[in-house]
């Protein structure tokens, strides 16, 4: 046989075991469904099989009663039969749809672990298809095919054997075309599957392209580009169009085939089993029923393959979210933890259950001992380089320390590299060379969660989430109480246009607060990390679409916010650098300047040109 | 429901053929059981080698005939299900693209992106599983009613009695079902809304750890959804259910009476056993048929969140406009007010009333949330002035077409938006074939010339998701550049230069005023470095005009504006 280009028998046996897992958490109602699903097959052969010795032994003899006695006895299996079908229906419903709802979650769950730059490179419509349609083709192969499989498995088993024990030199006839029927569907699945994955990586795509379309309206509308992106559209449109009658298709000629073979092995048969008679090889009667039995097995044969071939499809896409699931999760190899601490005069910590205000690193020994290292905010970097691919550095050797309590500035033109140091502190990135130090210790030795709990960060883009201000507010911590989230908002000065919202905090906040200014997004970002209230505060262009004035406003809360708190800022404005205690200025992944503002106005270097526009930034 | 057959009308010579075969092959598939039949019965009962040769060769033609003819109706099937879901995509698309944000906010990105692709796969599922068995099951069940009225018409009356009990069952299945079908679908929308979110704020999530509370949020809603949809599949496999109990009920009922019959002599046995497969014929054709009208009820949940999309009026449209296009770009605010939602209780923006010249630079500047952006919003009808007017060359803007209005406006939003595809092919949105000078030259312009160097392959840099992120300062840079392609009459910028650094801001509006000095501009800007050489400058204050002026009589007389000044005096990190 020609070996498919798409067939990855590998891959495919990864899925198998990947649904088996899923299959084995329920084994005791999988167990009842298979042996209730025995019974209601059973039931199905009596009302065939039966018949025929109702009619010869009761009705024809006259035998009212006895016909009586037989017929209840076929009502009661048939009720048998009828019941079992309702609760394997429920039950298999109930387990499917509980399988399909684990592999939703644990694939969500996977993708809380994996590393941003896993998201960098992946389109939110291709992730979203994975939990969307993938997730839909195996619900349907459960919900069905696993029971119809079971069924028509038996029944074709059972047709087959019957048809040996009648006449087993016939039979090889049946069983030859067996084999042709089994070989067909093979190859045609492995076809069908190949165009499947084709469809569903289209509709990926496609689904790819309408959001990042419905995301860029505004643009779109503006340039007036409606008639090109139609075009694009149509060309998914297209893809998806084609790929998908292709694979409708493969899986449609399959019942047809099937169904004509199983005549043509029926007209065989016959003749076969006609010329036998005639030579006295079998008699007629027995060639009658034979040839009965021969016209029952294509009807399971067909549901079989028609199982297979959805079986075939859920694969394809259980593939799919294994190579998803396979996906590296972010590392974390840190054992240190964040806990809260008590410390005693003597200057001893110990750990606290209670809230304390004081937190400390655990740092665990070999032996298993542990010691703390208090939290103060102390970040050092130690020769950082760093690049996103391997080739293109954009960091080459960032040396730099910010104490407890300072306020460090980076300033440098688009494209220095500022936003890139400060993805580097909370590890978004792992770094290719040198070291990061957050209280003497090593941030790679830090568990990741708690680096990241110890460092509040605002980024220039504000995402808001479905739900109420004061929830979007809350983020920043959970357990805040009503009235943190009116301090937080008030630092922010984000009260008094959070007041004047149809339903004040309560307002609730769709498609990613779209009503919402920029610059309001940003005063409830600010919020959402005054709640929070870390050691460590990074800002990249926090305030860049708030207007000055504002700022104004806000300058004491911000003030209170980043009072004792390690900052790491990222601003063109002055007056959110110029009182910092450090002011690094960056160029092409290199600190060219370090100092405080009045020390590097009188160095007459960079940071002077750039302040008094004798210079401009590269 | 009408609009769907519309869709299905350019597909019309593949439904007819597709229904031509499925009929044939029907025909094929109830003669073939006659054959099969004469040949046992005939043929090996008389021993007749040579009939039951004949016979077999028939059944061998019969079978290829149909198998042919399953082949054809299968492609064609494929190709009905598959181009109807296209054309229905294709329709939702454009509907889309003709809504406005208010249009847009009623439906949020995830659904709208459900109703586009698993809305319509339901729809394509329809067809594609349905057709076969929808056109076949009616024949069947038709010869089979005929037949077996035929074989004994008294017998035949049990239809009349289980055919109502079937009916009643799949009648209270799809009733119940239906309301199931829409919830599930909310479910799965509210399940693609969490995703969503959280994929776009990924940033936000790592950073405060929240990647538990995100779970926690997706648990709420993944269990919803499993609840919602085992409830309405557990509901529609009753189906099956109700279909065995009536079947064997039958069953018994024939063997009971049909035995009566046989015993009283009224019947033949021959007759029994037919009859007994026509019936089972018969409400095998009624559960396929069921089946279909089950995929229908899903499939009517769909059509109806699609209809919605298609029959959604766009709020901006262009049925005021006449056949006249933008010359200056002189610009005219009448009294304008604006809120987003009719119900709203205030007005963002109120009585607003200015004029611009063609040419001149126009700077605004104002509070956050004082409505700068949406005031701008509106000159190229992005919203619609709830009351008021806008004119532009002494037109009022709705008496432009959207696309000549829009294409004499060049807008740099404050929330950029680049699109997965190369540098250039961002650029291409603001002319479509523009020449490589070109390009350079308004790259020049925005200042884009300065990093495009130091990108991997210059101007053919993948950007966006799957490519090279650039950072918010370039971003704006290429959104600038992209937006002077166009060479529009009027330019507004929003806010968009907020992460460029202010010495590359000063050469972008030196090299704007130098090159493009025809060009009405609006600039919205927090600095006032940026807009102090406007001809004026509007202070905009909680949605209404506090004061407009040049930068000289504003700093003399405003006392906003002097707060904002002093408050940047020593702010401005490079000083022009």
Known sequence: MKKGVYARPKDTKKAITFLLKYIGNHKLPMITIAVLVLINAFAGIIGTYMLKPVINTYILPGDVPGLIRVLLVMGGIYLAGVLSCFTYNKMMIHVSQQIVSEIRMDLF?????????????????????????????????????????????????????????????????????????????????????KYFAEQQKNLGDMNGYI????????????????????????????????????????????????????????????????????????????????????????????????QINFLMVALASTEKICTMIEVEPESDEGTITLSRVK?????????????TGTFAWK????????????????????????????????????????????????????????????????????????????????????KKDDLRRSISLIIQETHLFTGTIADNIRYGRLSASDDDVLAAAKIANADSFIRRLPDGYQTVLESDGANLSQGQRQLIAIARAAISRPPVLVMDEATSSIDTRTEKLIEKGMDTLMKDRTVFVIAHRLSTVRNAKAILVLEKGEIVERGSHDELLQDKGRYYQLYTGQSELE | MKNFLLYAKKYKKEFILAIICIEAETIFELIIPMVMADIVDVGIVNGDKRYILLKGVQMVVFALISLVLGHICARYTAICGSGIAAEIRTAEFEKMQSYSFANTDKFSTPSLVTRLTSDVSVIQNFVSNGMRPGFRSPVMMLTAIIVSFKLNAE?????????????????????????????????????????????????????????????????????????????????????????????????????????????????????????????????????????VFLLFTRSLTSMNRISQVLDEKPTINDDRAKDISIKK?????????????????????????????????????????????????????????????????????????????????????????????????????GKEKATDEEIEAVCRIACVDEFIDRLDNGYDTMLGQGGVNVSGGQKQRLCIARAILKSPQILILDDSTSAVDTATETKINEALEEVLPDMTKIIISQRISSIQHADQIIILDDGKIHATGTHEQLLAENEIYQDIFFSQQKGVLVAP
């Open chain 1, 109 to 193: 769950r996977h993708t809380q672990k994996l590393p941003l730059s896993f998201f960098d490179t992946h389109t939110h419509g291709d992730l979203m298809s994975h939990f969307t349609n993938d997730v839909d083709t195996i619900s349907e192969a459960l919900n069905n095919s696993f029971t119809l499989l079971i069924q028509s498995f038996v029944t074709s088993v059972g047709t087959v054997a019957m048809l040996i024990l009648l006449d087993w030199q016939l039979s090889l006839i049946v069983v030859f075309f067996l084999a042709i029927m089994l070989l067909y569907i093979r190859r045609n699945s492995k076809l069908s599957r």
């Open chain 1, 211 to 306: 959001e990042e379309m419905v995301a860029g309206q505004k643009v779109e509308k503006i340039f007036g580009h409606e008639a090109q992106d139609l075009k694009q559209f149509n060309e998914l449109n297209n893809k998806l169009k084609d790929s998908s009658a292709k694979a409708t298709t493969y899986t449609g000629i399959t019942i047809p085939t099937i169904v004509s073979l199983s005549y043509v092995n029926f007209a065989v048969s016959a003749c076969v089993g006609g010329l036998f008679a005639l030579s006295g090889l079998i008699d007629l009667g027995t060639l009658a029923s034979y040839l009965v039995y021969v016209r029952q097995s294509a009807m399971p044969m067909n549901q079989f393959t028609m």
């Open chain 1, 343 to 355: 410390a005693y005069p003597n200057g001893t910590l110990e750990e606290s259950e209670e809230y």
């Open chain 1, 363 to 446: 740092v665990p020994d070999e032996q298993g001992n542990c010691s703390f290292v208090p939290l103060k905010g102390d970040v050092r970097f130690h020769g950082i380089e760093f690049g996103y691919t391997k080739e293109n550095s954009i960091l080459n050797g960032i040396s730099l320390y910010a104490k407890p309590g300072q306020k460090i500035a980076f300033v440098g033109s688009t494209g220095a590299g500022k936003t890139t140091i400060i993805n580097l502190v909370n590890r978004f990135y792992e770094l290719n060379n040198g070291t990061i130090t957050y209280d003497g210790l090593d941030i790679q030795h830090i």
């Open chain 2, 155 to 291: 017998l035949a009356f049990i239809f009349l009695i289980a055919a109502p009990i079937l009916g009643f069952f799949l009648f209270f299945i799809i009733k119940n079902v239906r309301p199931l079908y829409s919830r599930m679908q909310e479910a799965i929308d509210s399940v693609n809304r969490v995703i969503q979110e959280n994929l776009v704020a990924v940033r936000v999530v790592k950073a405060y750890v929240r990647g538990d509370h995100e779970i926690d949020k997706f648990d709420d809603v993944n269990g919803n959804l499993q609840r919602t949809s085992s409830k309405a599949f557990t509901i529609a496999t009753l189906n099956t259910t109700s279909f065995q109990f009536v079947m064997y009920g039958t069953i018994l009922a024939i063997l009971w009476f049909g035995g009566d019959l046989v015993m009283a002599g009224n019947m033949k046995v021959g007759a029994l056993t037919s009859f007994l497969s026509y019936v089972l014929q018969v409400l095998n054709s009624l559960m396929m048929f069921s089946n």
């Open chain 2, 329 to 429: 770009g002189n610009i005219r605010f009448e009294n304008v007010s604006f809120k987003y939602k009719e119900k709203a209780k205030e007005y963002v923006l109120s009585d607003i009333s200015f004029e611009i010249e063609a040419g001149q630079t126009i700077g605004i500047i104002g509070q956050t949330g004082a409505a700068k952006s949406t005031l701008v919003q509106l000159i190229p009808r992005l919203y619609e002035a709830t009351s008021g007017n806008i004119y532009i060359d002494d037109h009022p803007i709705y008496e432009y077409s959207q696309a000549h209005l829009r294409e004499a406006i060049g807008m740099v939003l404050q929330q950029n938006t680049l699109f997965s595809g190369t540098i250039k092919e961002n650029l291409y949105w």
